[in-house]
């Protein structure tokens, strides 16, 4: 767990400007997210798939082929449930969002009155809640998200479905070209030093995507980069087994 800012550094986050551009960039989706997302699913897919073939000696050729197959086929796929649930979500948000307008047109004194519990449960009472119910149901898109944000528990700001399925894709595709690359160059080092310059080459890339991902969610960077490491090599072990078990079948 971090230790906290100094004070000198806090009063500074406190500042006016500083809380309002924070308070503002809060609203935005950041794509990060969605990019670190596809780049752990690439990395590990794709070596996955090339641990599998080395362990059933098959060769670079098998390699490259099954590779890139799974590379743009799973990438697509991984980007292509990423833009439908975020659509799902920004529908499920349209949709009742229509809800609350058409209760505000038909009955607009119990919308208010919604507006009055939700902020007396706050503990605002008396002329001071009158005056926050007058200001929200003053303006209708702030009643509206106002009554999204408070009685459904949703955000009303969300990414946009194609920005974050290319984000999950492109990623994927990066991430997942780094186990694939040495297999290129294996007429120079055989199958077994290829797999090896792989292994190296992969770990790092996850340790790395696990460092990005810690400083996202605010965790420790080098606890993240190993928990990521650990992840892969446990997925990299388990396909690495399965192709030396089934290697026999695979050859025929």
Do not use: C
Request: hydrophobic share 50%.
């Amino acid at each position: 767990m971090s230790s906290p800012p100094p004070i000198k550094q806090l009063v500074k986050e406190h500042m006016p400007h500083a809380v309002a551009q924070r308070l503002a960039s809060a609203t935005e989706h950041s794509y990060l997210g969605d990019f670190v997302l596809g780049a752990v699913d690439g990395t590990v897919t794709i070596f996955a798939v090339v641990a599998g073939v080395a362990g059933a000696g098959l060769g670079s050729g098998v390699a490259i082929i099954l590779g890139l197959a799974n590379l743009f086929a799973d990438g697509f796929s991984m980007a292509a449930s990423n833009y439908l649930s975020t659509k799902a979500e920004r529908q499920v948000v349209e949709h009742l969002r229509r809800i609350e307008e058409a209760h505000i047109e038909q009955h607009p004194a119990g919308e208010r009155e919604e507006i009055r519990q939700i902020f007396g449960a706050k503990g605002f009472e008396g002329p001071l809640l009158d005056q926050i119910v007058d200001t929200i149901t003053d303006d209708r898109e702030r009643w509206i998200n106002t009554m999204l944000k408070e009685e459904f528990d949703l955000k009303i700001d969300h990414p946009v479905p194609l920005r974050a399925a290319a984000s999950t894709f492109i990623a994927f595709v990066l991430a997942g070209t780094i186990p694939l690359l040495p297999f290129l160059f294996s007429s120079l080092w055989g199958l077994q030093r290829t797999f090896l310059v792989s292994a190296v080459a992969t770990a790092v890339t996850f340790f790395l995507i696990g460092v990005a991902k810690g400083r996202i969610v605010k965790r420790s960077m080098l606890f993240s980069g190993l928990e990521t490491l650990l992840i892969g090599a446990i997925a990299a072990a388990l396909a690495y087994a399965v192709g030396v078990g089934l290697g026999g079948i695979a050859r025929g």
